[in-house]
């Protein structure tokens, strides 16, 4: 157990519906990262937060948004779902607080399907 | 940009022989190098890291990594597979001197048979 969890595990919804997918970091961990993995994609960095701000932002979609709240947890809301969104979304959390070097925790994934 | 070839989509072992999962990289930067293992409807854990000190780094479960920088590689080795092996494994790339962006590279599945 990683100490990084997410909510809900699974989620299954239609094509243009709007869901929020949770993740609480690991206790201490300042940092939050969400990633998407796919069987055509593998996995794929989304974006970062640290206490709060937007530090680093990969293959994020502008459908796609996130947010870390003061308490830390963080929320990625999924707008306008197509069928191609349909993956497992992790979010990862670390201490880190500048540089590359820094371990990722991952919690154990949101499955989404969109019919 | 950053990158990271897996060689292998698949490696398939004997339980008590060699594991090799083989892994290169591009990094303009010195790198940091991971190795995560994702057992199935799990998710990722750390086996280990190199982020500059010994090249030959030491993980969990009797996995180990050498950092060749000449060729670019960080293969990751154990000398006695185990059944519970079975996963897929990701060698991982981080980028990033504000932020942090771990490139995944597409990942070995590892089977280990009886």
């Known amino acids: 157990d990683s100490g990084v969890t997410q909510t809900p595990k699974h989620l299954i919804t239609a094509t243009g519906q709007r869901v929020t997918l949770r993740c609480s970091p690991r206790s201490g961990d300042l940092s939050v990262y969400w990633y998407q993995q796919s069987l055509d994609q593998g996995l794929q960095f989304l974006i970062q937060y640290y206490n709060g701000e937007e530090r680093a932002k990969g293959n994020i979609l502008e459908r796609f948004s996130a947010q870390q709240f003061p308490d830390l947890h963080s929320e990625l809301n999924l707008s306008s779902l197509e069928l191609g969104d349909s993956a497992l979304y992790f979010c990862?959390?670390?201490?880190?607080?500048?540089?590359?070097?820094?371990?990722?925790?991952f919690g154990p994934g949101t499955r989404l399907t969109v019919t | 940009a950053q990158s990271v070839t897996q060689l292998d989509s698949h490696v398939s072992v004997s339980e008590g022989t060699p594991v090799l999962l083989r892994c290169n990289y591009s990094s303009s930067y010195s790198p940091s190098l991971f190795w995560y293992v994702q057992h199935p409807n799990k998710g990722l854990q750390l086996l280990l890291k190199?982020?500059?000190?010994?090249?030959l780094v030491k993980g969990i479960n009797g996995f180990e990594a050498e950092f060749k920088k000449s060729e670019t590689s960080f293969h990751l080795t154990k000398p006695s597979a185990h059944m519970s092996d079975a996963a897929e494994y990701f060698c991982?790339?981080?980028?990033?001197?504000?932020?942090?962006?771990?490139?995944f590279g597409p990942g070995t599945r590892l089977s280990v048979l009886p």
């Open positions: 991982v790339v981080s980028e990033g001197n504000y932020g942090q962006n771990f490139v």
């Open positions: 190199y982020t500059s000190a010994a090249t």
């Open positions: 990862a959390s670390s201490l880190q607080t500048g540089g590359p070097s820094y371990e990722q925790y």
